[in-house]
């Protein structure tokens, strides 16, 4: 049975590692002629600090063979190790418009990097004449493990009757759901996926050269969100970014000087 089979591995250690971090609105950043506080006049942001070191380590296998004439099958897989080893102390001016939404801690993994990732991909050639053109038809699964997603949400412990660093929105009085409260926090964390795409190809059809391609993705229709920001304990609500639904599509290609 003929096929390939690669491996490799990889290891990087990393000095200064960069961080994106979210910043509230200082709830006090001044205090009244009463000594009520006055918060800051600013909106929630997001930007990159130096704040330590990482290392980064992990395996990827590559591996395809032909079981009978016609067939590939190809599968893929990657190993990702990630973790800050160490934490540089950042903090604000007294007075900054700004305080730190959360904060990442030594042995946290990097934000967005799956532990597992595997690729299985089958295509079928049907054996046609040359005259005929290329026909082929395939199937691609993905799956990508939950991942760690934000520092933020994790910290987030709803409103106790007054407002505090994380919560400075908090009505006083106001006590959080602690099922809300859970859920909130979860969303530190990306779901796992499991994605089907499909596709049709025919080259040189009828012996012209023109190639033709038909794909469907998320042909499973999963709904899945592949990032929250951690906006909640600055603004009250969250927000995050939807993958993509299942989507059709096609292409023609005509080859010129053939």
Not at 153 to 169: E, K, L, Q, S, V
Request: glycine share 10%.
């Amino acid at each position: 049975m003929p096929g390939t089979f690669n491996v490799a591995g990889f290891y990087n250690d990393f000095q200064n590692q960069q961080l994106q971090l979210g910043f509230n609105a200082n709830p006090c950043q001044s205090v009244d002629a009463n000594g009520n506080c006055v918060a800051a006049p600013v909106s929630p942001t997001a930007a990159p600090v130096n704040a330590g070191k990482s290392r980064i380590w992990g395996v990827e296998v590559e591996a395809s063979f032909n079981p009978f004439a016609g067939l590939l099958l190809q599968v893929g897989y990657t190993y990702l190790n990630t973790r800050l080893t160490s934490i540089d102390t950042f903090s604000l001016e007294p007075g900054s418009p700004y305080v730190l939404a959360g904060a990442y801690t030594k042995g946290d993994p990097l934000a967005l990097s799956p532990r597992n990732k595997v690729t299985i991909t089958g295509t079928y050639t049907l054996p046609l004449p040359e005259s005929v053109g290329a026909v082929s038809f395939g199937a691609t699964f993905t799956h990508t493990d939950s991942m760690f997603g934000n520092p933020s949400n994790r910290f987030y412990f709803g409103c106790n009757g007054t407002a505090n660093t994380y919560m400075p929105n908090c009505q006083t009085g106001a006590v959080s759901d602690p099922a809300t409260v859970a859920y909130i926090q979860s969303l530190s964390r990306i779901q796992s996926t499991d994605l089907l795409n499909l596709n049709f190809n025919w080259n040189n059809i009828a012996g012209a050269p023109v190639d033709l391609a038909l794909f469907a993705t998320n042909v499973t229709k999963e709904k899945y969100y592949n990032f929250y920001p951690g906006l909640v304990s600055g603004t009250g609500f969250e927000t995050a970014s939807v993958g993509a639904p299942r989507m059709y599509g096609m292409s023609l290609k005509y080859h010129f000087g053939m």
